[in-house]
């Protein structure tokens, strides 16, 4: 009995890991799954007018970690987050997981020996590349891998070289040009100045500016002076002058006199 249980689970096992691959080609929108010399399927994709701005965040980041992966493989199965699951032999559970499934490929085009595809979509199940519903969901680029082990095609010595600004060599580079191009521009601007940085405020006050800052004081002074309202006084009573010391010793005298002559009369 142990002996036959044995057996049973060993088939169950061996089934389910033969069903699991990617075991029969097919195409969508002439993205088609072809089985190479080696047995493994690989994608050949064609022109098929399809590529566009990919609005999906997760698809976005799912192709970039498969482009960028090291793993190798040219078909692999992700979580969400872009854990990776496996390549095409991975089975997809047929009971429901907690996360969602997703699958990316790449491949070089058929009708350009120059040009590749890689694509992200939502995986259902085994074979389910002539599913409708899986295609609902998927974003693809005109770009390879950047690093494929499969078999399935050979990566392009430009992809393999990433982008050129990775390079720490390249980033160092125009780094030090930069500091170049500074320093020369902070030694023209010196040099323009040279004069009046080595005569200082001398060069103001016997220059040209001397002139017109001198000039444009006194057409300061005039233009103020010729600007300032005239006050005009109120009209009102008008106020008799001060009586000087002799005129009141004057009239006193006359007074006195003139009491003398009524006394003799």
Known sequence: MPALLVVVLLTLAVSLSTSAKFTTPGCWQRNCLVQNDAGTLCLQPAFNAL????????LTRLLDVHIHSKVGRSTAY??????FLGSTVWPIPTTPLPYTVFVCMSGRRMDD????????RLALHDDDIDNALVHDRECAVEVPQDFVSDGCYTTPPAS?????????ALVHALFVLDGIVNIFTIITILYCMRKPLRDGWRYIVAGRWRRRILGFLPNIHRRTHRERPHLELPEGPTVPPPAS?????????????????????
């Open 51 to 58: 590529s566009r701005r990919c609005n999906d965040t997760v």
């Open 78 to 83: 992700y979580k969400e987050d872009g854990s």
């Open 113 to 120: 020996s120059n040009a590749y595809r890689t694509l992200c």
């Open 160 to 168: 393999a070289a990433g982008n050129p600004l990775d390079k720490p």
């Open 245 to 265: 010391i002799s005129t009141i010793a004057a009239t006193r005298r006359t007074s006195h006199r003139g009491s003398q002559a009524e006394d003799l009369e």
